[in-house]
């Protein structure tokens, strides 16, 4: 059974930063792409960013809101994705969800963590 | 950046109704289409990918499908777990973007 499990949420000031970590398990976790996607208080879903897998060198993807902010990274032995927030302003208050995406026409998402909550208030 | 609209942003419907809710990309995503379901304080739940695709383990009573740029996911004979919101997304090209979702309630 595929499992994504997030952690490291919590309440931070402005300015300050956060390290989000999802677990895996219940998959061959090198095979994928993994994806950070938010969402805001009431409001809709919004993609963070993206770590591809192995056999394309471990590259990443981010959303131009976080870019230069927020570093996505993996540590395959370990089946964990982690996503360092750095910067941190009151606008990314948001639950996070880290997804994981396969190949079949395009990489798409295809199972969600239950997300973990980052609240950026003084 | 490739926009995503869906419509309507909110439907009210009936169990046992059939509904159609449409997402129209600001340019072409060759069918790289998904579609998700997110009930209140849960996590979204992937239905389609590639734009008719049906995800393992959803039920056949969900369809999508495609012309060019506009796109449609069909729920037929609706059911009290089927009230919920439903975004759809591209994956065609960086940044992925949402739609803005669309609220299926009960009537």
């Known amino acids: 059974e595929v499992q994504l499990v997030e952690s490291g949420g919590g309440l931070v000031q402005p300015g300050g930063s956060l390290r989000l970590s999802c677990a895996a398990s219940?998959?061959?976790?090198?095979?994928?792409?993994m994806d950070w996607v938010r969402q805001a208080p009431g409001k809709g879903l919004e993609w963070v960013g993206r770590s591809r897998n192995k056999a394309n060198s471990y590259t990443t993807e981010y959303a131009a809101s976080v870019k230069g902010r927020f570093t996505i990274s993996r540590d395959d032995s370990k089946n964990s994705l982690f996503l360092q927030m750095n910067s941190l302003k009151t606008e990314d208050t948001a639950v996070y969800y880290c997804?994981?995406?396969?190949?079949?026409?395009?990489?798409?998402?295809?199972?969600w963590g239950q997300g973990t909550l980052v609240t950026v208030s003084s | 950046d490739i926009q995503m609209t869906q419509s309507p942003s909110s439907l009210s419907a009936s169990v046992g109704d059939r509904v159609t809710i449409t997402c129209r990309a600001s340019q072409g995503i060759n069918n790289y289409l998904a579609w998700f379901q997110q009930k209140p304080g849960k996590a979204p739940k992937s239905l389609i990918y590639a734009a008719s695709s049906l995800q393992s383990g959803v039920p056949s009573k969900f369809s999508g499908s495609a012309s060019g740029t506009d796109f449609t996911l069909t729920i037929s004979s609706l059911q009290p777990e089927d009230f919920a919101t439903y975004y759809c997304q591209q994956y065609n090209s960086y940044p992925i973007t949402f739609g803005q979702g669309t609220r299926l309630e009960i009537k």
């Open positions: 219940g998959f061959t976790f090198s095979d994928h792409y």
């Open positions: 997804a994981r995406s396969r190949y079949s026409s395009g990489w798409h998402t295809d199972y």
